[in-house]
């Protein structure tokens, strides 16, 4: 039985390794970010590896947009995430997740509403996970969520404000496709220290299906069976569905062929907190909202500002 577990290992890792040339799609070409701020999270501690073994310098590459009544003191760009802690904290704080070929420069400030704040300010802080922009480490699926979650407690611990009577700063995690599974991740560790998170995401995926699904069309169904069997739980829509509780918006792409309206349901139904479902009628996966759909949207949005936790 100990001969064959290096063949194990072996056979593991070139699975792993399919799956997430399959998944992700990691870029580095420079972009532009303006009008948002860069920043540098680091993720471990600078005199030694964690216990992950993670090089003492690990940081994940954040953008910021500042929405509504901003101060003076302001970090500047390439700063660094102890360079905010002396600004006064957000009334919201928003932490996104792009999709599986999103970039964090390209982040918006949706949803929050510059034109029509929900607050008198907020920040909206997006990540590149490692591997991609200027975040260093390896693309992967095994340690995508983990990742998610150090550096969500990093800038929580920093630009969140908690008081004696519960959270002062409302929390938004929010995703689009793939990057709805950190977010999920993060909100089912978070939501009992953080009871005024809701979660905000669009499209998220049932990896295993629309993987199985895809592969069909390439007529590579048990081959992909094979690989799709090392997907890590922490990336498991459904499962995660089930452990989360607190206030969420789904938006859901009507002619999504991507991650089929039929996966999401799925994924719908086994949520266990309060949820309000958005359909997007009229958008595929990548399309953007038209104006059409800016009521659904103002409804969603005073729908789960009623049900946050935070203090009025």
């Known amino acids: ?18 799956l997430n040339r399959f998944v992700l799609r990691p870029t580095t070409d420079p972009i532009d970010h303006r009008p948002q701020i860069r920043c540098r999270v680091s993720l471990s501690d600078h005199s030694k590896s964690d216990s992950n073994g993670r090089a003492p310098d690990a940081w ?9 009544n901003t101060s003076a003191n302001s970090a500047q760009d390439n700063s660094r995430l102890e360079d905010w802690r002396e600004i ?14 999103g970039r964090a420069e390209r982040s918006t400030p949706f949803p929050m509403q510059p034109k029509q704040p929900i607050s008198k300010s907020a920040e909206v802080w997006t990540w590149n996970p490692p591997g991609y922009g200027g975040s260093p480490g390896k693309a992967t699926l095994q340690n995508f969520s983990n990742a998610a979650a ?26 689009n496709s793939l990057g709805c599974l950190p977010a999920m991740h993060v909100a089912s560790l978070l939501q009992e220290a953080w009871p005024s998170a809701v979660l905000w995401v669009r499209n998220p995926p049932d990896l295993r299906r629309v993987i199985l699904n895809i ?7 048990t081959a992909m069976q094979h690989v799709s069997a090392v997907l890590p739980q922490n990336v498991d829509a459904v499962d995660l569905a089930g452990r989360c509780k607190i ?7 009507e002619k999504d062929s991507l991650v089929l309206p039929e996966y999401q349901k799925a994924i719908h139904a ?30 969603a949005l005073d729908w789960v500002i009623r049900r946050s936790q935070r203090p009025a």
């Open 247 to 253: 206030p969420a918006v789904f938006l859901m792409s």
């Open 1 to 18: 039985m100990k001969r064959m577990r290096p063949i194990q290992n072996w056979s593991r890792c070139i699975r792993f390794g399919l």
């Open 88 to 101: 006064p904290p957000p009334e919201d704080l928003v932490l996104k997740f792009p999709g599986t070929g």
């Open 270 to 299: 086994a949520y266990a907190g309060p949820k309000l479902v958005v359909e997007l009628s009229g958008l595929s996966h990548d399309d953007v909202l038209e104006e059409e759909h800016r009521p659904a949207i103002n409804n």
């Open 150 to 175: 150090e550096w969500s407690l990093r800038v929580l611990s920093a630009r969140a404000q908690q008081s004696s009577s519960g959270n002062e700063t409302r929390i938004w995690l929010c995703g």
């Open 215 to 221: 592969s069909a069309r390439w007529r590579a169904t």
């Open 60 to 68: 994940i590459e954040s953008f910021v947009h500042r929405v509504g």
